[in-house]
């Protein structure tokens, strides 16, 4: 029987599944405490303590299970409908919000030897999936028959489209730099010394990422679809418990996966800031996920740290810094690109003539 256990565990599709099972729920755990974390930073920032009563883990980080006592309260909480609403469209729109936000992660090489799908094609996978989030917008304001959840689908669905574009350019010039869409060897093209990081030689289009995935997430001060001064909350204001939180749920995965694949596409991914400074057998020298984690984790803290600084932009503001701004700059440094390419500088010395 032991020997049938085990076989069956070794079996690859059993191993994709356990894998699947193990970072859906690390997803979620790291919503949870993100939240908690965005409350407590931004607390610190504001001179102010945060959550501090619910808990404690031998009397040090008090709070610390604020995060699972939201989730309770929204559990039991009733969830309304409506009664005009489209009940079957109001109920999967939390669902296509969230389900590509946990999708998406089965191409992320989470460290040399670990990626749930390593699939050629990872990059077109991450474009198609990341773009499915705008449905779920859409069909939650609309299916509410609100005049308010629709006037907030609307502008997101207007913000998303425009930031999308200047992300696809940017992610256009990681596919030149790279000359993969395979994510693995996206991260592997960028091995040697932190010189060699698409960050460097994409300074640009790593900005725009940033910033875009900043207004794709609808964070602040980007968070035009929520404004409580408004349209009282946005395309979820009739939402409400488990449905309520599914869209939770779905803003903070999304950031975990902008953060994520900022650090595939820009900043190394798994590889170690101390490659080529230290020896190979040191094991700050040694890729892995610990260092995926920790760029993650700087990325989570930027979202934290501007949504305590920056005031909301208007409407107008944010449609023109899009359009007029982020997609011109990216298309000029593609061109920037093919010409250092045509030259053989910086990534592309290897493929010069």
């Given at each position: 029987m032991l020997?049938?256990?085990?076989?069956?565990?070794?079996?690859?599709?059993?191993?994709?599944?356990?894998?699947?099972?193990?970072?859906?729920?690390?997803?979620i755990l790291a919503v949870a405490f993100s939240v908690l974390f965005e409350r407590k930073i931004i607390g610190w920032m504001q001179l102010r303590k945060g959550p501090n009563r619910v808990g404690s883990l031998f009397g040090f980080w008090p709070g610390v299970f604020q995060a699972f006592a939201d989730v309770l309260k929204l559990l039991i909480k009733e969830v309304v409908v409506p009664a005009r609403a489209n009940k079957v469209l109001f109920a999967i729109a939390p669902i296509i919000a969230l389900v590509p936000a946990l999708a998406t992660w089965a191409v992320v090489p989470l460290s040399p030897e670990?990626?749930?799908?390593?699939?050629?094609?990872?990059?077109?996978y991450v474009l198609?999936?990341?773009?499915?989030?705008?449905?779920?917008?859409?069909?939650?304001?609309?299916?509410?028959?609100?005049?308010?959840?629709?006037?907030?689908?609307m502008r997101s669905a207007a913000q998303i489209v425009a930031y999308e574009i200047a992300m696809g350019f940017a992610l256009v010039g990681v596919l030149m730099a790279s000359g993969s869409l395979n994510l693995g060897e996206i991260v592997q093209g960028q091995a040697g010394r932190p010189l060699s990081w698409?960050?460097?030689?994409?300074?640009?289009?790593?900005?725009?990422?940033?910033?875009?995935?900043?207004?794709?997430?609808?964070?602040?001060?980007?968070?035009?679809?929520?404004?409580?001064?408004?349209?009282?909350?946005?395309?979820?204001?009739?939402?409400?418990?488990?449905?309520?939180?599914?869209?939770?749920?779905?803003e903070y995965a999304n950031m975990l996966l902008i953060s994520a694949l900022t650090a595939v596409f820009f900043f190394g991914g798994?590889?170690?800031?101390?490659?080529?400074?230290?020896?190979?057998?040191s094991w700050l020298a040694q890729p892995s996920f610990l260092w995926l984690g920790i760029k993650i984790s700087a990325n989570m803290f930027l979202y934290f740290w501007l949504r305590a600084t920056f005031p909301r932009y208007r409407y107008d503001q944010i449609m023109r810094l899009g359009w007029k701004v982020l997609i011109p700059v990216t298309l000029v440094w593609i061109a920037v690109e093919g010409v250092m390419a045509h030259f053989g500088v910086g990534p592309w010395r290897a493929f010069s003539p």
């Open positions: 020997q049938l256990l085990l076989d069956f565990l070794t079996l690859p599709i059993v191993q994709t599944t356990l894998w699947i099972l193990v970072v859906t729920i690390s997803v670990l990626v749930i799908a390593d699939i050629d094609a990872g990059l077109l198609a999936l990341t773009s499915m989030g705008v449905y779920g917008v859409i069909i939650a304001g609309w299916a509410a028959n609100s005049k308010y959840a629709f006037l907030g689908a698409n960050v460097v030689w994409l300074f640009p289009l790593t900005i725009v990422y940033i910033i875009s995935g900043v207004a794709e997430t609808n964070r602040a001060p980007f968070d035009v679809a929520e404004g409580e001064s408004e349209i009282v909350a946005g395309f979820h204001v009739e939402y409400s418990g488990i449905a309520f939180a599914l869209f939770f749920l779905a798994w590889l170690s800031p101390f490659d080529g400074y230290l020896p190979a057998d």
